[in-house]
């Protein structure tokens, strides 16, 4: 049986989480994919490859004991139950030498959910020829990475949640020479390639200005537009260790001065765990529902934070959807008030940041961030792309970038899907606008 088909998983279910026997709770966490794999160097296929599999999350809790262990399918129901059954009985032999758990926290009633996305994907042959139509006499590096993607839960207090989504993810270089390229992406769950030729056009065209000698660029600040793209690249720094409920109590958030109001963000800037706008799941690895929209940051004060289940028992507060990690999964910055249209005029002259690269914390307790430019970073002058810069580092507050440096934010947002294959194909987004910042500040 097909391990993204329901009745896989369901017979699982079934099989596994009966009611409960007295204060025992049994859960089941399914991840499954069927995945079309497809890697091109200079417009040829290197490598392709289909990958299907299922990894169990089986979880026991008795009282406030609690165990659980991660299993590997077969994509067999009767050898699966076998299997986990077994793995079952091992966590009740465990369960008796492990302490209670003070943190410990679980639904106290039965939830279901559902949400299945068909998508429309192209076969292996279809991306392959529109890869050679399109890109034809470029040199064309991409990866590709498409098919449907299950989430599923279900314990023996009757809750069942079902997740299926198809997906794909196609990013690639178009390299002039060396390490002059412009890298672009296309995702979503509908594919055209006519979408597809139109952001290879544009990737062309950007390409004609990387050919240019690049301008090397003094140490100072400058004004910058920062392109979706790269505005997702600083969302997802600040997404690790900025809004967990944790972290703010332990004081180690990089948000501490926004969370005292030491520090506000431009009026302009909401910022929310998103859930209806992106392909993650509505539910967490513990049956939690997640609520469609959890609010961060409003009129530029931090207004929430995200609360795992552990972390809301520890200290008191409610569960708010939030997985283990405290880590968005659908962060959302608001579109603001500039034409898209009119970003390079806004600009006038200055800095067009395509892509950001190696990003990480200068200074956590001040959200200081570093990081490099790369992939089409361009020299504007007087709302025309002129040339292409050297590979520079930032150095910049993100409170400062979009508190008093905010010139303004897009009028239009864009879902940037997460492109991380490790392990399993990721289901994480960011959906945000284009930014215009003064002082932008490049160190060497």
């Known amino acids: 049986m097909n391990v993204v088909e329901r009745g896989y998983f369901e017979g699982l279910a079934d099989a596994l989480c009966g009611p409960m026997r007295g204060e025992e709770r049994v859960s089941l966490m399914l991840s499954a994919e069927s995945s079309s794999f497809i890697r091109f160097n200079r417009g040829a296929v290197r490598q392709a490859t289909h990958v299907e599999q299922a990894v169990a999350t089986l979880s026991l809790v008795h009282g406030r004991r609690h165990a659980e262990v991660r299993a590997t399918l077969a994509g067999r129901v009767d050898a699966d139950i076998g299997r986990l059954r077994t793995e079952l009985d091992a966590l009740r032999a465990l369960l008796p030498e492990l302490p209670d758990d003070p943190y410990l926290l679980l639904p106290d009633a039965a939830a279901c959910s559902e949400r299945h996305d068909t998508g429309e994907l192209p076969d292996e042959a279809a991306v392959v020829q529109a890869v050679t139509r399109v890109a034809a006499g470029l040199d064309f590096v991409g990866f590709y990475a498409g098919g449907p993607v299950v989430r599923a839960f279900a314990d023996s207090l009757g809750s069942r949640h079902w997740h299926h989504v198809q997906t794909f993810h196609f990013d690639w270089c178009l390299y002039h020479a060396a390490d002059k390229a412009v890298k672009t992406a296309y995702a979503g769950s509908h594919w055209s390639e006519d979408e597809f030729a139109r952001h290879v056009a544009e990737s062309t065209r950007q390409l004609a200005v990387m050919a240019r000698p690049p301008r090397m660029l003094a140490p100072g600040a400058y004004r910058a537009w920062f392109t979706p793209t790269a505005m997702a690249e600083l969302l997802g720094a600040l997404g690790w260790g900025g809004f967990g409920l944790k972290e703010r109590r332990t004081g180690t958030s990089t948000l501490m001065r926004l969370a005292h109001r030491d520090a506000v963000l431009h009026p302009e800037v909401a910022l929310s765990e998103h859930t209806a706008l992106g392909p993650a799941p509505a539910f967490t690895a513990e049956g939690f529902a997640r609520p469609p929209r959890v609010s961060l940051v409003e009129r530029g004060l931090a207004t929430g934070t995200l609360n795992s289940a552990r972390s809301a028992q520890e200290f008191g507060l409610a569960a708010n959807g939030a997985n283990r990690e405290e880590v968005p999964e659908s962060l959302s910055l608001a579109p603001g008030r500039l034409p898209e249209a009119q970003a390079l005029a806004a600009l006038g002259t200055g800095l067009w940041i395509s892509n950001l690269w190696y990003l990480n914390y200068s200074d956590r307790q001040a959200c200081r961030m570093t990081g490099l430019t790369r992939f089409a970073c361009l020299w504007v002058e007087d709302g025309r792309p002129v040339e292409p810069i ?38 994480g987004s960011k959906s945000t606008p284009g930014a215009l910042v003064d002082g932008w500040r490049l160190t060497l």
């Open 390 to 427: 050297g590979v520079m580092r930032f150095d910049d507050s993100f409170l400062r970038m979009f508190g008093e440096g905010l010139l303004g934010l897009g009028d239009r947002a864009e879902l940037i899907t997460e492109s991380d294959t490790y392990l399993e194909r990721q289901l």
